[in-house]
């Protein structure tokens, strides 16, 4: 009893501490201290590119929520990048001299200069800013003339084009100087190229360096033994100071170097993920960077959330605006952490330096005056409840308005507190901001519009370039790496196509590597996208063109793509359509006329990609690394040109967002998350809880997560429940199938997905995730039989074994545990035989390898003499090739290259699709079943036509009866 009655008041202590504490604030103005250098947001990094696509009024709508004066976020600071068209972050911001000829015709491209010239009709008095992330090809070296005018021409472009002058520029690469030798060369090119250039056209920018990432304190060191330069620098900034560890070169800056009275900036800070947290974290860190460093500026990054799904770094912004095809966009909470200081405080005004400090937790304070008047404001970030007396000397009021953000409720201005003897009381809640002030004029701004409901992006999906002024960005699309702009055709094509025209790269300009695709690429679509086919009509003028899809979660992961040269040569390539080691396949078009224009085509159904050119299929692997992504195309860096894109699905099944109108989820929270199906999911774990999705058709799937604190869901249809699935998992799966239903009779249904109170032992909740639906109204397939391992029936031989256990009868025993090895010193040109008792016609194999040993390989036929079916590279543990069907009793696996001595687990072969009946003959039973198909069937889909469909046109013709015939003299050959 007495070890109860201790712990409640131990808990009533803690409760009494938390709720009573008590802080004061003296507002003081004899205690002046810094300027305040406002507070702002970048655009950069290819993060703001799909808001210009945004129909009126919605995208008025967005710009006023950010720049309009005491409406939003009221932004005081505006950092825009020089763009280089080439990768700097999110996508590539396309140059204004792509060539050396455009410096002295300079080109509004991309959307910052208009950007620039939206915050300025709304807010004249807006502070702007520039940086770069990389250069273009032409330069001859960083610090050089060659920068200098660069920047100048953009500054011409802004000032003359768009009405724009700039006050602040950060002349070097961000993020990348780091030692003291590259400082020092920054600073003397500064001094002795920068500015005299800047000066002769009529500009004095202020100057901020370093703006770097943990190295930026550095200049510090080179302005002690160079103290001719310390002029120069207006202001020195770093990048997420508050987040870094303390021994970070670029944490806080020590007391020596806020003694020197340098401006010193948080140049770049982050906008957060959407988040609550996102926006107390504004607050907190900003009082907190004055408080311990005299850090007077912060500018998070990025203004918007408005880059593609599927890149490096994307839900960082105040608002989401990355769907203008539905025009739906989301205001984040971090645009009421912004308002708190920029609708209460202006750029000049001076910081009061008692009136700044700590109260509990990580609560904080910072207090700021107008030296021009009695005006001042004090911003609250109070974690724990607080009690907060305001002592005020040297400045007056009668009274004080008060403005406070929790997570339920945003920037509601509460009731004035009066102030008594030059003193009042504020008393704060948990985890909320506040602002305290004599200003006026302040208002929580909305939207003048409805905000649009959320669409997935639109399938099918078409562009023909022809509705665009020449030089345009398309829309919906995300450049990556190079630009694509509208141009004239080439190649005797009338209208317009859209043309990469960045001519070369020079790596040494670029930005981190690690965010650079290897050649130009674009892309659009969503990264949930799973069976379907891209078009394109392509033209060749030099190097390379190529279409993909199935992309991965970052630029640099391309997916599957289709790659071709002017030559004819093509290969397919996974993630990576540079890399000798991701080639899946590869061969060469004879004939091929690279001066005319051809079409593309790559097409994905469950684990199958097929290639075509010119409507003739190319190649047809199996590979099931990843089964959905966005589409990309893209091109080496000339000047190619694409035309007739055209995405359509294929199968049977429609995805249906969570957030659709057909879907019910009352009383489940959502959360965003960019590898989800529509970049979000909704959840819950009380049991009982319910969400259903109506639909007309024959069947449905369910799409969430498997995760460790996975729930069981019982599956309804109706009033009934039909199944269940655990959705426990020790390694988290998403956006996974969790249930399919598909032999429903055709009508109108509703299924439904219930917490049940059942969990699996292992589940720490009874968490559901549901992330997406899918519907048909296609009847579910007939498929024939799986084709038969035709290896099977052959006797193996091999050029050499390891000894016992180790012969060539173990690569075709049907078991993946056991194989053959060659013998020792038996390397390349080693191989492996398997004779038939009769003909067999094949056209696909498949080899199960033993620890990546090989590097290329044949798979050959005997027809009076060895002849190659198929060549390959790498295995990389499975491969599957897919070639024109050839017919032998001989068939060998020969292996032209490897590491070490190879070993092979399993060799499959496999008759080619042609072989309507599975028994490995090209025959008339073949063709009855074709006609069978043809005649008598309705068959206007893949899965309603399956094998028979032999020209992937989705019908059962006499295109398909050539294909046989094709197929069958080839092999007879």
Known sequence: MIKHISAAAASLLVFLSVSLTAATVNVNSSSEGRTFDGMGAWSSGGNSRLLIDYEEPCRSDILDMLFKPNFGASLQHFRVEIGSSFNSTSGAEPSHAITRDELNDPVSRGYEFWLMKEAQDRNPNIVFDCMLFAFPY?????????????????????????????????????????????????????????IPTMNRNSYDLNILLLDGGWWAWRIFEVFESHPEYESIVDACGGHNIDQKPPHAPCSYPPKEIIDTGKKLWSSGDTAGHGSWGAATGIVERMNRLYIKGRITNMQVWNVVDGCAEGVNWTKSGLIKADQPWSNHYEIYPAVWGVAHYTQFTEVGWKYLNDACGYLSGSGNYATLKDPDSDNWSTIIYSENPETIKFNLTGVSADTVHVWRTTSSSYFVK????????????????????????????????????????????????????????????????????????????????????????????????????????????????????????????????????????RKGDHQVKSGYCFVINKQGDWKITYDDVAADESVIESGSVSGFDGSKWHNLKIRFINDEIRTYLDSKKICEIEDSRRKAGQCCFGSSFDLNQFDNLIVKPIGRWSMVDEKASSVYSWGWNSFNNSELFGGSAVYNDQIGEMMSFSFLGQGFRIFGSKRTDGGIADIYLGQQKIDSVDCYNPDREMHTLLYVSDDLSFGYHNAGVLVSEQKNPSSSSNMLVIDAF????????????????????AVASASSSWGVGYGAEEVNDGDSQSRWNSGVGDVSNS???????????????????????????????????????????????????????????????????????????????????????????????????????????????????????????????????????????????
């Open 774 to 793: 899918a519907k048909t109204e296609i009847p579910k397939p007939v498929r024939p039989e799986p084709k038969l391992n035709l290896a099977l029936g």
């Open 138 to 194: 032409w330069f001859t070296e960083q610090f050089s003339q060659d920068t200098a005018d660069y920047i100048t021409a953009f500054l011409d472009e802004a000032k003359n084009e768009w009405g724009v002058e700039l006050d602040w520029i950060t002349p070097t690469k961000t993020e990348t100087i780091r030692t003291y030798e590259e400082i020092e060369e920054n600073l003397e090119w500064c001094k002795n190229t920068f």
């Open 414 to 549: 509460l009731e004035d507190i009066k102030v008594t003897g030059s003193s009042f009381t504020l008393n704060t809640t948990a985890d909320a901001m506040y602002s305290i002030t004599t200003t006026a004029g302040q208002q929580k701004g909305q939207p003048a519009h409805e905000v649009p409901s959320y669409e997935t992006f639109p399938m099918p999906y078409s562009e023909d370039f022809e509705n665009y002024e020449i030089g345009a960005t398309a829309k919906y699309l995300s450049d990556m790496q190079g630009t694509f702009e509208t141009a004239e055709c080439k190649g005797d094509r009338e209208g317009l196509c859209l043309e990469q025209i960045v001519p070369e790269v020079n790596e040494t300009y670029l930005w981190w590597p690690q965010v650079n695709p290897s050649a130009a690429m674009s892309l659009f679509g969503e990264m949930s996208w799973r069976d379907y086919e891209l078009n394109a009509d392509i033209y060749i003028e030099d190097g390379f063109v190529y279409i993909g899809g």
């Open 831 to 973: 191989w492996l035989l398997f004779e038939f008792p009769e003909k067999i016609t094949f056209g696909k194999t498949v080899i199960k390898e033993f620890r990546e040993r090989i590097v290329s390989y044949k798979i050959q036929y005997y027809n009076n003499g060895w002849k190659d079916a198929f060549t390959g590279g790498y295995i990389n543990s499975e491969k599957t090739d897919i070639f024109e069907p050839v017919s032998s009793d001989k068939v060998r696996l020969l292996f032209t290259s490897a590491e070490t001595v190879p070993s092979i687990y399993e060799f499959e072969i496999y008759a080619p699709q042609a072989d309507l009946d599975n028994d490995g003959q090209l025959n008339l039973d073949d063709l009855e079943f074709l006609a069978a198909k043809w005649l008598r069937d309705v068959c206007s889909t893949y899965y309603d036509c399956y094998n028979a469909d032999l020209n992937s046109d989705e019908t059962v013709n006499f295109q398909d009866f050539a294909e046989f015939e094709k197929a069958k003299l080839k092999a007879e050959l």
